[in-house]
């Protein structure tokens, strides 16, 4: 029996001001830890230059990454967990 494949969707509202700083390494690191795991991650920031240049590329650079991305829009971000979930759902629970 399979299980369901789980997706992670994180809105602005839900980051603390940390996590937009990325000198405290918490981007990152969240970052690494989805992909590591391999569960699909999408973050909605809407204006990602609001945070900094350098937050600004972070998100430019995630935005094809193949398990965390960076959306300006829920409706985008929901779309492509989705589309992920349905990936993941028809590999075998040992191809994970």
Do not use: C, Y
């Amino acid at each position: 029996m399979q299980q369901p494949a789980a997706t992670v969707l994180l809105l602005e509202s839900d980051l603390g001001p940390g996590f937009f700083d990325l000198r405290t390494g918490l981007a990152g690191d969240l970052l690494q830890k989805f992909v590591n795991i391999r569960i699909p991650l999408a973050i909605v920031v809407e204006e990602p230059g609001g945070h900094g240049e350098r937050f600004r590329e972070l998100a430019r650079e995630h935005r094809t990454h193949p398990l965390a991305r960076f959306f300006t829009s829920e409706l985008e971000a929901r779309s492509w967990l989705d589309e992920k979930h349905k990936e993941l759902a028809i590999l075998e629970p040992e191809a994970r």
